[in-house]
């Protein structure tokens, strides 16, 4: 799994707590298990709840692992540390205000997907003045100044949809004060959120990853007496 504090990939195989037998959902007994571990490059916790449904009869047996099934829908695992990690936070490479009202919107999107809404409105107000692709206060006009960058066709399509998911037309304070609460559509705020993190990849992940790639290549090139390479 990736973890939800830096998005490195980890390997460490989680620490599996059994809590017992808890409830019945639909005549099955549930089982709950709590899932530890710490990631090996930030250190931080993560910590999962996992809930297996069993047939009334079954015992299991002392080490029961809820592995047996991790695709089945008679296990079920929610992250509760980092609260709100269903979703990924911004990747590192994220300016930190902007990574902040993101990874909120993520906190608040099951209990208020309004607040959520509005804070990924405002998020990508201030992505797209950050990265100078526009300087228009009013939202629809900042998302039409991206539109006419030439964007990726799935990211621009996306993007111009987040107008008509969330009825701009109808709502022009949407555009006007992005960060205002409103009521949402259907959709809405996890379509905000979608959107922001392929503008977080276009914009911010893959231009880092490019300057690595180029920044090792130029040390090689270095090394033999090379001239570095153009800069995009
Ligand atoms: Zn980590």
Redo the contacts with the bound molecule.
Sequence with gaps: MK?P????A?SRSPNVSNLGRVGEIDGKVCFWSVEVHS?P????PVLSLIQSLLEPDSIPTVGFSVFRHPDDDRTRKSVVVPRGAARPLAPPEVPADIASDFNEACLVLVDSPKASAALSRRCLEHLLRERKVSTEENLSRAIEDALATHLPPNIGDNLDAIRNIGNFAAHPQKSERSGEILDVEPGEAEWNLDVLESLFDHYYVQPAKSAARREALDKKLAEVGKKPMKQP
Excluded at 5 to 8: D, N
Excluded at 41 to 44: A, S
């Design positions: 973890c504090h830096c998005q490195t980890c990631c490059e930030c250190r931080k």
